[in-house]
């Protein structure tokens, strides 16, 4: 009786990998120096980043390519129109983190649904594999929005955690030859 899904991580993990090729894509249109290379060069976190989690308590800072004081809204706003296929991509990217964190279970095949129809329309050529990823394990996506008592959405978090526990007392000890002592390390310290 097995409800199988997809982690919404590695889904927008997805997004953000195809994201980021249209930035390089982009970038190699310019020459460096320039003030465009630089900012795609320099802040492309800020568009891998959720718009909500940019920090703006700290107001604008100069900057010495610009000599201007920016906040990190004005870079991204001054990435934004680099390019309309970037903007497009971006806007799209956090249109599926909003679902992501605020749609029910009973909503997203009609959200998701939506969201594969707008991605379509802007015919995002680098979007394609997500495209194809969003279609196939669309059942599996959705799957992902179940909430459980007590827990909320499933994820696989605390095992993605486990594994890297495991590769790190792997990788501090440069092997062990005995999987007895190794196993019970792995008790020990989990």
């Known amino acids: 009786n097995a409800i199988i899904s997809v982690d919404s991580f590695h889904v927008i993990q997805d997004i953000n990998r195809y994201l980021d090729k ?38 604008p800072k100069y900057n010495k390519k610009f000599k201007k004081y920016l906040s990190y809204l004005d870079l991204l706003e001054m990435l934004l129109k680099l390019s309309p296929l970037l903007k497009n991509a971006y806007e799209w990217k956090e249109s599926y983190i909003r679902f ?32 194809k990823t969003l279609e196939e394990w669309k059942y599996e996506i ?8 007590n827990i909320g959405r499933v994820s696989n978090g605390k095992i993605e955690n486990r594994n ?17 002592r190794f196993r019970n390390r792995i008790i020990y310290v989990i």
């Open 100 to 131: 992501n964190s605020t749609c029910t279970y009973e909503k997203a095949e009609e959200r998701l649904n939506e969201l594969i129809t707008n991605l379509k329309e802007l015919n995002i050529y680098t979007f394609n594999p997500v495209l």
């Open 22 to 59: 249209i930035r390089i894509s982009i970038m190699k249109k310019f020459e460096k120096g320039t003030n465009e290379y630089y900012l795609l060069k320099n802040f492309e976190w800020l568009l891998l980043i959720n718009y909500k989690d940019i920090d703006t308590s700290k107001g």
């Open 164 to 180: 890297s526990t495991i590769k790190d007392i792997k990788k501090n000890t440069k092997g062990m030859s005995n999987f007895e």
């Open 142 to 149: 959705i799957n992902s929005f179940i909430r459980y008592p």
